[in-house]
């Protein structure tokens, strides 16, 4: 059975770092487009960043432009999230998601993701 693992979350100072993962289990998503949402409670989960299937093309939502980078090591099916320079409005659930459409184009809507990981929790003080 196919599933995303996500890890790396905690409790870290404004202006600090951490680095998540998520690790794909079950098949490989080498040929999948893979992305990180959030969501803060009593909010709607909102994309974060993408990767495309290839690694070679990215994209971050404005608000975490410039401090977080997403990566893919396929030949460990794995992808990272590394945020930095961390504010108190980054605190959310973060979830890792995977398009099982081979090759698609990476998207920012929620509704074409149809693999989830259960979610890692990040708590940034001030």
């Known amino acids: 059975q196919a599933q995303l693992v996500d890890a790396g979350g905690g409790l870290v100072q404004a202006g600090g770092s951490l680095r998540l993962s998520c690790a794909a289990s079950g098949r490989t998503f080498s040929s999948y487009a893979m992305a990180w949402f959030r969501q803060a409670p009593g909010k709607e989960r909102e994309f974060v960043a993408g990767?495309?299937?290839?690694?070679?093309?990215?994209r971050y939502a404005d608000s975490v432009k410039g401090r977080f980078t997403i990566s893919r090591d396929s030949a460990k099916n794995t992808v990272y999230l590394q945020m930095d320079s961390m504010k108190p409005e980054d605190t959310a659930g973060y979830y890792c998601a995977a398009d099982s459409r081979p090759f698609a184009s990476m998207a920012v809507v929620t509704t074409v993701y149809n693999y989830w990981g259960q979610g890692t929790q990040v708590t940034v003080s001030s």
């Open positions: 990767i495309t299937w290839s690694g070679t093309s990215t």
